[in-house]
């Protein structure tokens, strides 16, 4: 993220991994019988736009940008950014389970989000801390992803291997504040509108049903 006029000039956030549509999952939590709030946590590259995708995920009530992977005191983004860390940029996502599942945050995740095939970087942006990872929170979360990515790999609908790393969430750092609704406050910033915004269209485009405008 950082030269932001220059990444963009650099590169653009082509989804090329989301050309057909992924499968829904074939292991999946079930829905909630009833309103209730769970957490999920992904990194997928720079957090600005994964952070922008879920905002418009129906059931999701909260999106919130932040660290994962490494110690409490070295989550800060100037450090994080010399990627030696340990840390990921990351997103930890509020959800009600009874509007959307856990297998359903993860076909989002895979297919409009970010690109998995990606090993330590996503588009312009480069170093571990910007890889792809699922943490999970649970036995749960843990096995629903595991069998979704063996899914997906053995479908070969991706056109390379999956690189996505899923491990457990030992703890979750929130990002400094002018982090949060980065797109929301800096909708025409180049960065923003080369790699991000298009991230967006694309789930409007295949997830009608989940999509919410703002």
Known sequence: MLGIVAAAMLAVFVPSHAATPLPDPKIDASLATAKDTQTAVFAGGCFWGVEAVFEHVKGVTQVVSG?????????????????????????????????????????????????????????????????????????????????????????????????????????????????????VRHPTQPYIVINDLPKIADLQRQFPALYVGK
């Open 67 to 183: 660290y994962a992977g490494g110690s409490a005191n070295t989550a800060k983004y100037d450090e994080v950014s010399s990627g030696s860390t340990g840390h990921a940029e990351s997103v930890r996502i509020s959800y009600d389970p009874s509007r959307i599942s856990y297998g359903q945050l993860l076909k989002v995740f895979f297919s409009v989000a970010h690109d998995p095939t990606e090993l330590n970087r996503q588009g312009p942006d480069t170093g571990t801390q910007y890889r792809s990872a699922v943490f999970f929170a649970n036995g749960e979360q843990k096995r629903v992803a595991e069998a979704y990515i063996a899914q997906l790999q053995a479908a070969r609908v991706l056109p390379r291997p999956i690189v996505t790393q899923v491990t457990p969430l030992k703890a979750f750092y929130e990002a400094e504040a002018y982090h949060q609704d980065y797109l």
